[in-house]
């Protein structure tokens, strides 16, 4: 296999082709929507065209940047939130080996932040980062984000008193508005190498920028092949291409199907934990690309066998709202053999010889009839092997879907109006001027 196959055959004893056949239509109407760019959001269409009208000029400048910053710095910081970090966190710890900081020598070490406002997990990195050379990549369109910029002022008067300003300035790359806002005016200020987040793409779809570039180059990893698998996905779920044959029409057509039957969790199976970041970018892809108006599917997502053995009692015999998408790798990285023993007291020999994956794909098999027994449909995305031309294919496969679902749902998926209301009821309770009435309003509900 050297394709991507999206296996629609166990969700239809739950909804009918008919109606899957039906919806696939649909979708390429929303495909033409989308590429006419006459649909909501038509302003956030950047990423759309991103892989085959990628810049040769800026490629170099983000690799040029990622081998400055791996020359001086045994750690990095990634300072951002949502998809400000975690296009980059799923392809880096979906390539890494899994116990990088142990055996990894020759590439610095990612280390994020500005993701949570935790005490004690910046104050551990503190802690952590005076033992190191460290550099930082910091990014946020605004500047005023309250997460990333709590993250980037501790971090910069950290380094700053490590290093001196002078030489901090050369360690911080700040990716940003192209002209505006508080951290291009800081940047401005001091001196830092930029890297800008374009207008027209929104924070969920930003890996293809230096958002997720130039962390992901700083790790080791080759951007030129996740932007060619990018590419071959823009081309093979686009307008040209047969609804019948389109990944993206016919993973959304799916899925709304299903939707509309009721199944309104949508959780994202894994049976390796190098795909555990990949699902939490999916989840926030489309949780916050299609939960408005009362509408969408809620995202989640379980790392199996490991989660067989907590929410594995749930999906087999909860309540009957959800479906698994199934991630589903044909060649894994390594090769290990399970070897026979002697004794056999954990009566394991029946499988000794085999290999692990073997074993692991029997236990996926058989989890799949299971769950289609206990009336769990399933779809399954199956992929040759985790690098980063499957990376890139996937990931801009997903985005490509998730627009077209979300306008089939009636949404605007570009947008993000309800992340907005824990910021307001924030800033009124810690005092921010301009807020004091709603603080006042707030402290009393609280009491």
Same mark, same amino acid.
Request: charged letters at 25%; a neutral charge; proline letters at 3%.
């Given at each position: ?67 400055e910053l791996r020359s001086k710095s045994e750690v990095v910081v990634v300072i951002g939130i949502g998809g400000s970090y ?61 997460e990333p910029a709590l993250a980037f002022r501790l971090i910069k008067q950290h380094l700053e008193a490590k290093v001196g ?8 790359? =700040? /990716? ?6 508080? %951290?291009? &005016?800081? *940047?401005?200020?001091?001196?830092? +190498? !930029? ?21 992901? =180059? /700083? ?6 092949? %996740?932007? &060619?698998? *990018?590419?071959?996905?823009?081309? +093979? !779920? ?21 939707? =509309? ?187």
């Amino acid at each position: 296999m050297n394709e991507l196959k999206v296996d629609l055959k166990n969700i239809y004893g739950f909804t009918e082709k008919a109606t899957v056949d039906r919806l696939m239509g649909q979708m390429k109407d929303h495909l033409t929507k989308l590429h006419s760019k006459t649909g909501a959001g038509n302003d956030f269409l950047g990423w759309l065209d991103l892989p085959s009208a990628f810049n040769t000029k800026l490629l170099e400048d983000i690799k040029a940047t990622a081998n400055e910053l791996r020359s001086k710095s045994e750690v990095v910081v990634v300072i951002g939130i949502g998809g400000s970090y975690l296009g980059s966190k799923a392809v880096i710890e979906a390539l890494n080996h899994c116990f990088a900081p142990f055996v990894n020598k020759k590439d610095p070490a990612i280390v994020f932040a500005g993701q949570n406002i935790c005490e004690d997990y910046h104050t551990e990195l503190l802690e952590m980062l005076n033992g190191y050379s460290y550099s930082v990549v910091v990014i946020s369109k605004s500047g005023t984000t309250t997460e990333p910029a709590l993250a980037f002022r501790l971090i910069k008067q950290h380094l700053e008193a490590k290093v001196g300003k002078v030489e901090a300035s050369k360690r911080i790359v =700040a /990716i940003t508005d192209e002209s505006k806002g508080a %951290l291009r &005016k800081l *940047a401005s200020q001091q001196g830092y +190498k !930029t890297f800008t987040i374009p207008d027209d793409v929104g924070g969920r779809y930003s890996v293809l920028t230096p958002v997720g570039l130039l962390p992901i =180059a /700083i790790a080791g990893f080759n951007i030129d092949d %996740l932007i &060619k698998g *990018a590419k071959d996905a823009e081309v +093979k !779920t686009g307008l040209n291409v047969p609804v019948s044959e389109n990944h993206a029409c016919i993973y959304a057509a799916a899925r709304n199907a299903l939707y =509309a039957k009721g199944m309104k969790v949508e959780i994202m199976v894994n049976y390796t934990p190098r795909l555990h970041f990949l699902t939490e970018w999916w989840k926030q892809l489309y949780g916050e690309s299609e939960g408005k108006e009362s509408k969408g599917l809620f995202t989640a997502g379980v790392d199996f066998t490991t989660d067989l053995h907590s929410m594995g009692q749930y999906i087999q015999e909860g309540e009957r709202i959800l479906f698994e998408t199934v991630l589903s790798v044909a060649k894994p990285k390594c090769k290990l053999t399970i070897p026979a023993d002697a004794e056999n007291l954990d009566q394991l020999n029946y499988i000794a010889g085999k290999r692990l994956s073997e074993v692991n794909l029997m236990a996926q098999l058989g989890t799949t009839l299971a769950h289609i027994d206990g009336k769990v449909p399933n779809i399954t995305l199956n992929f040759p092997e985790i690098n980063e031309y499957w990376l890139g294919y996937l990931m801009y496969f997903f985005e490509k879907a998730c627009a077209i679902s979300g306008y089939a749902l009636g949404v605007n998926p570009f947008d993000q109006p309800g992340v907005e209301a824990y910021k307001k009821n924030m800033f009124a309770l810690l005092g921010k001027e301009g807020f004091e009435q709603e603080g006042k309003k707030l402290r009393e509900r609280l009491v």
